[in-house]
């Protein structure tokens, strides 16, 4: 893997070893593994603090400097939640807490999509973040946490002003019809209560937020979507499909109960 031995006691937060590690000459703290990650960003991944505190220290340590996916140590410590770890490099002047890596991924994305909700308001006290920066497929962090079920992050986001709730990706889906993909309840009703949110947008492909619900047989989500007077319950997607035909093509009879009430039925004559 191309790892240093500062770097392997960097990744299991071994304090002593990099304390006699550091005071060495002939050790460069800023050395990478072959995927580009140095002891700083393995000690941020994995949320070693006091680790992270040692390096930060020397003055030959680059904070921000990312691997080979252009996730930095930041971005690291964000995916998995290390709030201790996120202040510390938030504290620093030459940590760019908004930048991107391959993926245009930032660090609150990172945190947003896996749910840490005290790391994401900790990203969002840092002045220069974008809370509503769409990564290289157009995912918002919104979009992210709305997919992912996390309300908490949800609530969040959504208490900005400089957040929009209805902002498509480039697939055209919306946080609202991920999280109904998804049968995320709580998120759905979160999304429902915002009157910039519209229910019934469809994706690139027809699929409104009703249909995704109805497709997966998310009976509780398909309920509160039918609650609504701007939702059509008969909207095809561009094959045709229906949100009753595409629960009935699956089975799932307890949509299949609340929509037929509300579908057209076809007479024939002989």
Known sequence: MGNTALGWAAVNGHEGV?????ERGDIDPNKPD???????????????ERVVEMLLGRDDVNPDKPGRSGQTPLSGA?????????????????????????????PL??????????A???????????PDKPD????????????????????????RDDVSPNNSDKYGYT?????????HEGVVRLLLGRNDVNPD?????????????????????????LGRRDVDPNMPDDDGQTPFSCAAGNSHAGVIALLQPLTPTTHSTT
């Not at 994305?109 to 005290?118: D, Q, R």
């Not at 994401?120 to 974008?130: E, M």
């Open 109 to 118: 994305m990172w945190a947003a999509w896996n749910g840490h909700e005290g």
């Open 34 to 48: 072959n995927e580009g990650r140095t002891p700083l960003w393995w000690a941020s991944c994995n949320g070693n």
């Open 78 to 106: 964000a995916c998995n939640g290390h709030e201790g770890v996120i202040k510390l490099l938030l504290g620093r002047g030459d940590v760019n807490p908004d930048k991107p890596d391959g993926g245009g991924r930032t």
């Open 201 to 225: 947008k469809p994706d690139n492909y027809g699929q409104t937020p009703l249909l995704l619900a109805a497709h997966n047989g998310h009976e509780r989500v398909v309920k509160l979507l």
């Open 18 to 22: 990099v304390r006699i590690l550091l």
């Open 136 to 159: 290289r497929c157009g995912l918002t962090p919104l979009r992210w946490a709305a997919s992912g079920g996390s309300e908490g992050v949800v609530k969040l986001l959504l208490g």
């Open 120 to 130: 994401v308001k900790l990203i969002l006290g840092r002045d220069g973040v974008n």
């Open 175 to 183: 946080p609202l019809s991920r999280a109904a993909c998804n049968g």
